[in-house]
């Protein structure tokens, strides 16, 4: 059985551009690739913990090679220099996977495009292995394929049982770019009283497992790959050991996405999604 579980040095890791070194995000990040945590998903400007990163795959002794390492951009007007920064911040000399980090900060058709190309050049120069995108829609990854001499390695996308989109993922399988869902765990940290709650207990229940274990597979068991984190050691473990020892039936799955439904909530890129949806109808 696979275990498509990406550790998250993002979101809950969160701090301000300064130049300091954030020794507990470092034992943090130390922590997860002790614990075995190998692919690891950051960005550039947002979350301004590269160095940190950097420096805990430096301080664990772990060959650089056996690494997955993500990185994403907002700044399209710069994509290459931008990464260099961020090589720089991260003590390497290419990144696995680059991303744009949303679509919603491009101006226009052409100002994306423009960005894809550059992006490209990234992985023509050695700098990238692979180039991706984030938050992407339909259109936007239309946009993409219509100049793309290199196809997206995937799109990262916000996927749990209240942003459940099928037309999008059905598009993304059609045209062969994988999936990674992040927010995997809202139920439980953003939307406690939601109606994927009880599904999600009998599950835990039925497989014994934790309920974030659940939702995880939840993610997987729709074919794609999830992003996570947490700030305590036990839960990382119990992921590495709980998310590799059973599966989710469709029945299962579909236990938990049909009465969530009715519930919609987005976490991140929420005005910018709303946004787009009205433009797109007009």
Not at 7 to 23: E, K, S, V
Not at 64 to 90: W, Y
Not at 164 to 185: C, D, N, R, V
Not at 230 to 242: C, D, N, V
Request: proline fraction near 5%.
């Amino acid at each position: 059985m696979t275990f498509p579980v990406v550790y998250g040095a993002g979101t809950l890791w969160m701090r301000g551009p300064d130049g300091a070194l954030n020794a507990e995000t470092v034992k943090a990040f130390r922590t997860a690739i002790d614990l075995g945590y190998r692919q690891i998903d950051g960005a550039q400007t947002v979350y301004n913990t590269e160095p940190e990163l950097g420096a805990a795959i430096k301080e664990s002794g772990v060959p650089r090679s056996e690494f997955a390492v993500t990185t994403k951009t907002v700044d399209i007007d710069h994509v290459e220099q931008t990464l260099k920064t961020s090589l720089s911040k991260l003590q390497m000399a290419y990144v696995d996977l680059y991303l744009i980090h949303t679509p919603f900060v491009a101006k226009s058709k052409e100002h994306l495009q423009s960005a894809w190309r550059d992006m490209e050049r990234c992985v023509q120069r050695g700098l990238a292995k692979k180039i991706g995108v984030s938050s992407f829609t339909i259109e936007h990854v239309e946009w993409i394929l219509e100049v793309a001499t290199i196809k997206p390695a995937l799109n990262q996308i916000e996927m749990h049982p209240y942003v459940q989109q099928p037309e999008l993922m059905a598009y993304l399988k059609q045209h062969g770019i994988p999936i990674q869902g992040f927010a995997a765990l809202t139920p439980l940290t953003k939307v406690k009283d939601g109606p994927a709650v009880k599904p999600c207990k009998e599950l835990a229940e039925k497989y014994g497992v934790s309920e974030a274990a659940v939702l995880l597979r939840w993610v997987i068991d729709q074919g794609a790959s999830v992003v996570t984190t947490s700030a305590q050691s036990e839960r990382l473990a119990g992921y590495l050991e709980q998310v590799g020892k059973f599966q989710l039936t469709s029945e299962d799955v579909q236990s938990i996405s049909e009465p969530s439904k009715g519930e919609y909530f987005r976490g991140f890129f929420a005005e910018d999604f709303e946004t787009w949806g009205k433009r797109t109808k007009d």
